[in-house]
């Protein structure tokens, strides 16, 4: 599919990986146009009900190719052509989407992370958002994810002051679910992955929507989307098979009908 995004499918897995580890997998416009393709593809492709999105070498993502320049578009282009759909795919794709970040992430390498439904990180990767060295404010959506997530005054600190999460502190401030040691991170990764497979994918995609959806609306349009969905999951074909099962004591076999 393309040599600087690879993608691979393992059974129901989808295994995409940010591949110019030489430099350290910054994004450049091409990259970018690589990443959206592969994530589409994912998202198509019915057989794929979990995606795992990595980088090879010894980071996940730098950021930006600062050497690579703007490439004809302003850095206002770049921002909503080339990384909002990007951004946008993870999060309105129905599957859950989990970054695997080792070694790094740092600005829109970062932004990327933080936008994937779950995030595990080797236990000596770190996370940075560096704007404030190069004059720069946070992008790629990080102002929203970092003030969501960590609450005004320490989204700021650790923004203006550029300062390296640790994988063990992002775990603790809910940036990241998980971390695993370095050598088995990617196992770690696709065996996570592999067991949310198992989940009935109508239920986890709906969880996704409304949960999605609660993060920028009120208490009544939640409750009300919830209801919505669980009107149209109640009696499908995964749910009886899930009421079935329960009561005979064995594991579900989830369709996605």
């Known amino acids: ?85 990007v951004l946008s795919a993870i999060a309105t794709m129905p599957k859950p989407v989990i970054a695997c970040v080792g070694g790094s992430a740092a600005g829109i390498g970062l932004s990327v992370a933080l936008q994937c439904d779950l995030l595990i990180m080797a236990e000596d990767a770190f996370l940075l958002s560096p704007f404030t060295t190069i004059s720069l404010v946070p992008d790629g959506g990080l102002n929203w994810q970092l003030v969501r997530q960590l609450g005004y005054r320490r989204a700021f600190q650790l923004s203006i002051e550029s300062e390296r999460i640790p994988a063990e502190q992002c775990v603790a401030l809910g940036l990241a679910n998980r971390a695993a040691p370095a050598e088995a991170l990617l196992d770690a990764a696709l065996d996570w992955a592999a067991s949310l497979a198992k989940r009935a994918p109508l239920s986890v995609a709906a969880t996704k929507k409304v949960m999605r959806h609660a993060m920028d609306h009120g208490f009544a349009s939640a409750y009300d989307l919830e209801a919505e969905v669980q009107q149209m999951l109640f009696r499908c074909e995964d749910n009886v098979e899930g009421v079935q099962a329960f009561f005979e004591k064995r594991e579900a076999n989830f369709k996605g009908r």
Do not use: C, W
């Open 1 to 85: 599919m393309s040599e600087i995004v690879l993608y691979e499918q393992r059974d129901s897995l989808a295994l995409i990986t940010l591949n110019r580890p030489d430099a350290m997998n910054a994004f450049t416009s091409e990259m970018s146009a690589d990443l959206l393709a592969a994530l589409e593809k994912a998202n198509e492709e019915t057989s794929v009900r979990v995606v795992v999105l990595t980088g090879e070498g010894r980071s996940f993502s730098a950021g930006a190719d600062l050497k690579s320049g703007l490439v004809g578009r302003s850095v206002h282009g770049k921002l909503q052509y080339e990384y909002r759909p």
